[in-house]
């Protein structure tokens, strides 16, 4: 159990163009879910806890406006990454909390921007 | 602030020799400590977390609350045990885990 599903695994897009990436927690629900950006040999660094009908909480220095959140449901968190340049290009990891079992993560995202 | 540090970027041992991979780090209250592990292509797995106090795959990890640190340790390496260890600690209640940079084990035949 708690396994969370995170689409597409890669994606390449065209800069200036927005990209949508989806977190499901497939077989619970779950109310707090945590987006990570992790950067090439370095660690998974938290971009926003996204709480189930309210607003995300953004982390110092990751823009809102450029990196949009929303968590509609209790087994839906969508990240939308806007007007998309190529210093965006990183792997974005989603993460649910199950009670009982603890953090369970996405399989990750690769978005390359040309 | 909350802080993990993992000193070491990279870890090279023989199978069946011993590892630790080093933890510590800086928080001001009680942390929940734990160690997660990412295998080549797949995502982030827990390993253990220090309140279970348990043994996973051989691995162990002892909070050392006066000199702050978690190291991971297990005596006798294997080869399926190559991937890249992460401590990460984490606050009382729905907060997020906080990170150290991550330790890429590589074992060696």
């Known amino acids: 159990g708690a396994v969370v599903s995170q689409h597409p695994s890669r994606v390449i897009c065209k800069s200036g163009t927005s990209v949508k990436i989806e977190c499901r927690s497939l077989d619970f629900q779950a109310t707090t879910m945590f987006w990570y950006r992790q950067f090439p040999k370095k660690s998974l660094m938290l971009m926003a806890t996204?709480?189930?009908?309210?607003?995300?909480?953004?982390e110092q220095g990751v823009e809102k406006d450029k990196f949009l959140i929303n968590h509609a449901s209790l087994t839906l968190s969508t990240l939308t990454v806007t007007s998309a340049h190529p210093e965006d290009s990183s792997f974005y990891i989603c993460?649910?909390?199950?009670?009982?079992?603890?953090?369970?993560f996405g399989s990750g995202t690769r978005l390359t921007v040309v | 602030a909350q802080r993990v540090t993992q000193p070491e970027k990279l870890l090279s041992v023989f199978k069946g020799a011993p590892v630790e991979l080093k933890c510590n780090y800086s928080y001001s209250g009680s942390p929940e400590l734990f160690w997660y592990v990412q295998y080549s292509r797949q995502r982030l797995q827990l390993l253990l977390r220090?309140?279970s106090r348990e043994s996973i795959k051989g691995f162990t990890a002892d909070l050392n609350k006066g000199e702050t640190s978690f190291h991971l340790k297990k005596p006798f390496a294997q080869e399926e045990d190559s991937a890249m260890y992460y401590c990460?600690?984490?606050?009382?209640?729905?907060?997020?885990?906080?990170f150290g940079k991550g330790t890429r084990l590589s074992v060696i035949a």
């Open positions: 993460s649910a909390i199950r009670r009982g079992i603890g953090y369970t």
């Open positions: 990460a600690l984490k606050d009382s209640g729905n907060t997020p885990l906080v």
């Open positions: 996204s709480n189930e009908g309210s607003k995300a909480t953004y």
């Open positions: 220090h309140i």
